[in-house]
């Protein structure tokens, strides 16, 4: 079973010098990145609303199995936790 928010939960994402995500807050704890399985890029809707995002699916150092995304302006989200 996983847990999706389709607009997601908006987090804040410590990166590194390339952009890749190192660790996120959310719920109120750090969960640092032990590992990224996949990234991703979407870029649609160029003729309606434009979508650029970039996505991670990764494990924490918590346990947590997760997809975090980066949207257009910068902002980072929570979109999908695997239990």
């Known amino acids: 079973m996983t847990r999706l928010w389709r607009k997601g939960q908006e ?8 952009g ?7 719920n109120g704890r ?8 996949k990234h991703w890029r979407v870029h649609d809707g160029w003729w ?9 699916k990764l ?3 918590s346990g947590l199995l997760c997809i975090i ?8 989200y929570l979109q999908r936790i695997y239990d």
């Open 11 to 18: 987090v804040e994402v410590m990166v590194d010098g390339s």
């Open 20 to 26: 890749t995500p190192l660790a996120f807050e959310w």
């Open 30 to 37: 750090v969960h640092h990145i032990v590992s990224i399985s």
């Open 48 to 56: 309606r609303r434009e979508v650029w995002r970039d996505y991670f």
């Open 59 to 61: 494990e924490a150092d």
């Open 69 to 76: 995304y980066q949207g257009l302006k910068g902002n980072w």
